[in-house]
């Protein structure tokens, strides 16, 4: 079963870091909920019933949000995905309490519910990035070692994403400015 979890996380992997190259806001999250599936399995391999409801809950609360954004509604819109998920997550954290490392895992719902709210890709990376940081902690206490590779790729793709299409352009913006003021 370990094995089988890791070659499973491993796909997802593979579907999450190439979202992360997508300019927009709907294809990173779409691609995250396409891998979502795959790291659903993986837990489940690993028998880390907490990992997989909260998979869970990302690839329902994702799928949610990429619909709200097809049909232009309006922000208040998102307000029933984030009760969804601390609704179904709380309880389940409850029941599943293993160690405070569980926490982690409540914080990175936390911070993607909230940080993919935004319109804005470069918040969604932001979060992305400090999702990953919390999950590559809890998965290295599972003993969740392609998972923890999985997270640190994840961040240091994110992190190249950020910089491509975040920092280079406002350097650049920052430079055009300035020749252009002189």
Known sequence: ??????????IGLIIDLGGRFFKSK???????VIASLFFVVSYIFLQ?????????????RNAWYVHIEEKQKPHKAYWGPVLM?????IPILILCWNSALDLFVLFSLCITTFGFLFSNVLYVRIAIIMNGLLWAVYNFS?????????????????????????????????????TSST
């Open 48 to 60: 880390s019933w907490l990992g997989a409801v909260a998979n869970t809950l990302n690839l329902v």
């Open 142 to 178: 599972i003993q969740g070692y392609v998972n923890l590779i999985c997270d640190i790729s994840s961040i240091m793709i994110t992190l190249i994403s950020l910089i491509m299409y975040h920092v280079i352009p406002a350097i650049r913006k920052q430079q055009d400015h300035a």
């Open 1 to 10: 079963m370990y094995i089988t979890s890791q070659i499973i996380v491993f």
């Open 85 to 89: 998920v601390f609704a179904c997550f």
């Open 26 to 32: 709907k294809m990173v999250v779409l691609s995250n």
